[in-house]
């Protein structure tokens, strides 16, 4: 994937490759302020709009490899530590769905002791407590371990649900760029066409552009209805088709 071929907002795209040719140059420039040459970037969205495939575009621009961090394969911060400190410089941490990885509530998580023994009370807390992956050990680790070892990193979050956040990983410094990965536009729909069906134009562009501005459709559906025939009236037309009851279940769901 690149961003030649990546289906997204014109105008996005275009800001996006500036900040990250920004980036690239700037080595000079971090280490004159005095900051880690880092990139923090939080992509939001309905599933479906794109997320993944702008990660990779990112990374194929940048030629970057990319490092996936599943967190609940990682049972503390301790081997949380050890996984940032093995990561190289000039790659992108990708955390994914951290919304469901990490809860707001995990910073003061209580333990409920299976003894009356105030030592051994003390003892069972802490062990819970420094075996977990917290919030709080997530983002220590990114502001210093993960800021001062190596060089020309990007950490990635996602998530489809933005609201469930911690405010305190999307704070200035952390995560410097918000990109909302919205529905389907005309924009975003042409790309698609051409993509799939080497298309610039068609005479049923029209319409489906205007039902696309109308309804909420995702970049995965409209991509996977293009695909089910090489053909580009077929094609097009069982588009067409699908926006037609999408915009009459949509309706129904709204009154």
């Excluded at 920004?22 to 479906?48: D, H, I, Q, S």
């Excluded at 051409?194 to 005479?203: A, E, I, V």
Aim: net charge neutral; with cysteine.
């Amino acid at each position: 994937m690149t961003f030649d071929t990546l289906a997204m907002d014109l105008n996005l795209r275009k800001e996006l490759l500036e900040d990250l040719d920004k980036f690239m140059n700037g080595k000079e420039y971090y280490k004159k302020v005095g900051k880690a040459w880092k990139r923090g970037y939080f992509l939001y969205g309905p599933p479906g709009t794109g997320k993944s495939s702008l990660i990779a575009a990112m990374a194929n621009h940048l030629k970057f490899d990319i490092y996936d961090l599943d967190l609940t394969n990682i049972d503390s911060n301790n081997e949380l530590i050890d996984i940032l400190l093995r990561m190289p410089g000039r790659s992108i941490l990708v955390i994914e769905d951290i919304d469901c990885l990490i809860k707001p509530q995990n910073r003061s998580r209580r333990v409920q002791p299976f003894t009356q023994d105030k030592d051994k009370i003390y003892v069972n807390l802490y062990f819970v407590i420094s075996t977990l992956v917290t919030l709080s050990g997530l983002l220590n680790y990114i502001d210093g371990i993960f800021s001062c070892f190596g060089e020309g990193r990007i950490i990635i979050f996602t998530t489809n649900y933005k609201e469930r956040l911690d405010p305190a990983l999307l704070r200035p410094g952390r995560m410097d760029i918000h990109i909302f990965m919205s529905f389907c536009n005309p924009n975003v729909f042409k790309q698609l066409a051409y993509n799939y069906l080497g298309l610039q134009h068609h005479n049923l562009h029209g319409e489906i552009e205007s039902l696309i501005k109308e309804i909420e459709v995702t970049p995965a559906e409209v991509a996977g209805e293009l695909m089910k025939s090489t053909d580009a009236d077929i094609s097009l037309q069982g588009l067409l088709n699908f926006l037609y009851n999408k915009r009459i279940e949509q309706d129904k769901s709204s009154k």
